[in-house]
């Protein structure tokens, strides 16, 4: 019988070096003397046995700081809240953690849900009320002060907190490749849209959910989940690859422990707000079930492609009739997500080794984002985290991030030209910016397809044995059902020793 484990390529505790094993990294530092040589043993420690100072995990950690620090100084011309001249879109500073400090009635001392409905999860209302209501509390005794700001730079601060602890995160569950987070710690997306809403929040308690999974504590995973799943939808999706994994290796029990923890704290957390305040809470799901195609999505671009292929002007395009039939639009987003989650599922059972968590859970809300009628400039934390965790492969990471970036500046165009009734460029290099944006998340996927099929592909598994995210996944052999079920279908199997590893996260 195959199992998940193989020798672990780092049992002898040596530290991946990008320079080395990626070869977009080696290619590169051919410009600064070439890759890190066998002499440089000091870098070679293991994790935690460094005497320098600057070790991989202090540099990373203090390079995260640097982008939060150069993404408040881009965000500062926003945040004394006096946006006129369109200041906060010819600087890049729109936030909307300011523009909702009054748009939400925080600034007269609004209970969120109680007092006003407000358009996100339960426990992004109470973050914002959280930090909001005290600063109201201040501003009324000191009029002097400007509340939005002190509001801004304490959301900032608290969000620049978590996304640190995202990395304190990817670094605990890589300590043998500590390089890896540099990719979220420098990725021109954190700087460009870190306090542009309250993502950060369900981020990092995604992460920690990853984190307690991977110490193999499903209760604790599952709770996390549920909580970040009540600050933003997505981290819910994570489930759905933790229940096939475990069906794969016959670990359902703690699966579903982990799903029945997150329903739990998910439930708890909507309660306060859903059962005395149902209107205000019901919000969230009235607006987006209500909202058209939003800029930038895949049904963005085909609008556009209606308007250049029509003939006929009275005719409504595919595209363009979806738009104005949004329960029709909602149910074939819906369709093609699910579709996607079932090509994700028989891609988990069908490969001839089990992939890792995190493969699967980038496919998932890659899928959601690809799919979804609204995708915000700031949606692309989402996968920050999951791409380092699921491909840490700097090329193709840098060339998304560069579509990004261009997508950033185009959405602002976009914002500007929309304001003032005088577009700033042709439509046309607004959707190539968002069909770039797209294409490139779509190239990521199919990397990690192929490296899911092709598992000696994977740069995490070169260093590790199986999967250090995986938690009772990791080194769990697979179910006998399944074996059977190979040995009828005929699939190939992986040639691995038989010894069971312990886990290696």
């Known amino acids: ?31 600064i003397g070439g890759p890190l040589g066998d002499h440089a043993v000091a870098l070679d420690r293991p994790a935690g046995r460094e005497r320098r100072f600057w070790t991989a995990t202090r540099i990373v950690l203090a390079l995260v700081c640097l982008t939060l620090a150069l993404h408040w100084v881009q965000k500062s011309p926003c945040q004394d809240g006096a946006w006129q001249n369109n200041v906060q879109y010819t600087r890049f500073c729109y936030t909307d953690v300011l523009a909702l400090y009054y748009a939400e009635g925080l600034n007269e001392g609004k209970v969120p849900y109680r007092d006003h409905p407000v358009e996100y999860p339960v426990l992004t209302g109470y973050f914002m009320g959280a930090l909001g209501l005290p600063v109201h509390a201040l501003g009324r005794d000191d009029p002097g002060i400007n509340q939005g700001m002190w509001f801004y730079n304490l959301n900032a601060l608290v969000l620049g907190a ?27 997306a954190l700087l460009l849209t870190a306090t542009v809403n309250w993502d950060l929040l369900a981020i990092g308690l995604a992460a920690f959910g990853l984190l307690a999974w991977a110490r193999r504590r499903p209760l604790l995973a599952g709770a996390l989940l549920g909580l970040a799943g009540a600050a933003k939808l997505w ?10 994994l475990a069906l794969r290796a016959n670990r359902l029990r703690a699966a579903l422990s982990a799903v029945a923890a997150a329903v739990v704290a998910l439930v708890l957390v909507n309660l306060p707000a859903a059962v005395p305040y149902r209107e205000n809470w019901d919000r969230f799901f009235e607006l987006n079930s209500s909202r058209p195609i939003d800029w ?37 987003s819906y369709a093609l997500f699910g579709l996607a989650c079932l090509g994700v599922a ?10 890792r968590l995190a493969q699967l859970a980038f496919l998932v809300v890659a899928a959601f984002l690809i799919f979804s009628k609204v995708w915000s400039q700031q949606f692309v934390l989402w996968l920050l985290p999951l791409a380092v965790l699921a491909r840490p492969r700097w090329g193709a990471f840098l060339a998304w991030q ?9 959405f ?17 290099v607004f959707v190539l910016a968002a069909t770039l944006r797209l294409v490139t998340v779509a190239v990521l996927c199919g990397l990690i397809v192929r490296d899911v099929l092709h598992p000696e592909r994977d740069a995490v598994r070169a260093t590790y044995a199986d999967d250090p995210d995986g938690g009772v996944l990791d080194g769990a ?29």
């Open 162 to 188: 978590l996304a640190v602890a995202t990395v304190a995160v990817i670094l605990a569950l890589r300590r043998r490749r500590p390089w890896d987070a540099a990719l979220f710690a420098l990725a021109p």
């Open 346 to 355: 028989a891609l988990a059972l069908l490969a001839p080794r089990r992939p």
């Open 477 to 505: 052999p697979d179910a006998p059902w399944w074996e059977r079920w190979r040995r009828r279908s005929a699939l190939p199997a992986e040639s691995v020793p038989t010894e069971s590893l312990p886990a290696t996260g």
């Open 296 to 332: 930038g999505t895949l049904w963005y671009i085909g609008r556009y492609l209606d308007g250049k292929v029509g003939n006929d002007p009275g005719q409504l395009g595919p595209f363009e009739w979806l738009n104005a039939n949004i329960p029709t639009l909602n149910l074939l």
């Open 412 to 428: 602002y165009g976009e914002l500007l030209g929309a304001s003032t009734g005088r577009p700033v460029f042709p439509e046309g």
């Open 235 to 244: 981290p819910l999706f994570l489930l759905g690859p933790l229940l096939v």
């Open 402 to 410: 560069a579509a990004e970036v261009c997508y950033f500046a185009a």
């Open 1 to 31: 019988m195959s199992t998940q484990s193989t020798p672990d390529l780092g049992d002898a505790g040596s530290t991946d070096h990008p320079s080395r094993s990626d070869g977009f990294v080696r290619g590169v530092s051919g410009l």
